[in-house]
């Protein structure tokens, strides 16, 4: 009877531990389900997530105007600063020259100076002699550079899409559309990134214009020789003779024609004078 009992008591405790096996069996199996059926959190295509930070974009400019003893010297001096400039990334963009040698020259030269050598550069330049203009300016195209950079993230996005969906196209017609529609994305695509670098170039290089002007020498005024005093006396008279000669060709030229007019008019008078005179001749 014990036995049985116990056998009993055995079997019963055992199905209660199947039972509570199968109930809590899915309680924990559930949340590994959920895990493993989650959706993966999509990646952003280039151009859709929030593109970087953009150091800030500066552009600077500066003008330059110097008054050189030699321009001739300055010339060299300021081709020196060039070529150290040039190693640096920078390059001479511009350059004129005007005047010849004895009479009054300048010249002008545009530079592109990396940022690190822009201060440097124009002090440099400002020693070559009198500056007689200097003028900076510094335009922050900080916003217009990463609005243009944004721009071109979400158009290099479209023609990521347009290709996948070229690559899966089976029709001939939607085939020819994605075409076109990918050829006017790569067009615009190529649009902003030649802005974009351009925007880029202008900060990273300040632009300097310098303009050199050679200084006037004044050769003082010296006394005039004997001979020359005779010659300026000639040429003077002879300057007044002519000169007396045309105002006497203009006169009668002028005088000409009212010479014939009274001509005209005088000569019935004489002729009818001239018939009175042998008609009544004077008796003495």
């Not at 009877?1 to 309680?27: D, E, K, N």
């Not at 593109?51 to 003893?69: A, N, Q």
């Not at 822009?118 to 203009?133: A, H, I, Q, T, Y």
């Amino acid at each position: 009877m014990i036995r049985i009992v116990a056998s009993i008591v055995i079997l019963f405790a055992i199905s209660l531990m199947a039972l509570g096996c199968s109930h809590g069996a899915p309680a924990n199996s559930q949340p590994a389900m959920q895990v493993a059926q989650r959706p993966e959190v999509p990646v952003p295509a280039a151009g859709e997530a929030a593109s970087p930070p953009v150091g800030r974009k500066i552009i600077y400019t500066s003008r330059i105007d110097v008054v050189v003893e030699d321009i001739a010297v300055a010339r060299q001096k300021l081709a020196l600063l060039i070529e150290s400039v040039q190693k640096q990334g920078g390059f001479l963009a511009k350059q004129e020259l005007t005047g010849s040698g004895g009479s009054h020259q300048q010249g002008s030269w545009t530079i592109r100076v990396p940022l690190a050598q822009f201060d440097n550069f124009v002090s440099e330049v400002e020693k070559l002699g009198d500056p007689s203009r200097n003028s900076r300016d510094a335009q922050d195209v900080t916003e217009a550079y990463a609005d243009l950079d944004s721009r071109l993230r979400n158009k290099q996005s479209s023609e990521l899409r347009l290709l996948s969906h070229l690559e899966k196209s089976a029709q001939l017609k939607d085939t020819l559309e994605l075409e076109k529609e990918l050829s006017r994305v790569r067009g615009e695509v190529e649009q902003l990134q030649g802005q974009l670098n351009l925007l880029k170039d202008k900060a990273d290089l300040a632009t300097v214009s310098v303009t050199m002007y050679e200084r006037q020498q004044i050769t003082p005024k010296t006394a005039p020789t004997f001979s020359a005093t005779v010659s300026r006396t000639f040429d003077g008279s002879l300057n007044g003779l002519i000169s007396s000669g045309q105002v006497l060709v203009l006169i009668v030229v002028a005088l000409a024609p009212w010479a014939v007019v009274a001509s005209v008019i005088l000569f019935p008078f004489w002729v009818v004078r001239r018939k009175l005179k042998f008609t009544f001749p004077t008796q003495s």
